[in-house]
């Protein structure tokens, strides 16, 4: 079992940024994955990335390449998603997931974080 919390939703202008984080309760995770998902009212939840906790291999959604990062940090037992050059339609509900690599689906899922960006 993994509890994931998320922090770090707000209001920003366009081109601004934000940085998530997600805090997971396990701290032994090298046999996960952790991902951020968001979603839009009305619409399905949309993989944003993910990291292998070992290794730290990453992927990313075409629509946040090259202005999302996501990273882990090991000490902390943390994850980030780093948002930069928002635009409006990155404003959803955020939520961080972790699954066994194992696995192809995310078991885990925090409480969701919003995120709003105006134009």
């Known amino acids: 079992q993994v509890q994931l919390v998320e922090s770090g939703g707000g209001l920003v202008q366009a081109g601004g940024s934000l940085r998530l984080s997600c805090a997971p309760s396990?701290?032994?995770?090298?046999?996960?994955?952790i991902a951020w998902f968001r979603q839009v009212p009305g619409k399905e939840r949309e993989f944003v990335a993910s990291?292998?906790?070992?290794?730290?291999?990453?992927d990313y959604a075409n629509s946040v390449k090259g202005r999302f990062t996501i990273s882990r940090d090991n000490a902390k037992t943390m994850v980030y998603l780093q948002m930069n050059s928002l635009k409006p339609e990155d404003t959803a509900v955020y939520y961080c997931?972790?699954?066994?690599?194992?696995?192809?689906?995310?078991?885990?899922w925090g409480q969701g974080t919003q995120v709003t960006v105006s134009s």
């Open positions: 997931a972790g699954r066994s690599i194992i696995k192809t689906t995310y078991d885990y």
């Open positions: 396990r701290r032994f995770l090298n046999n996960y994955a």
């Open positions: 990291i292998r906790w070992s290794g730290g291999s990453t």
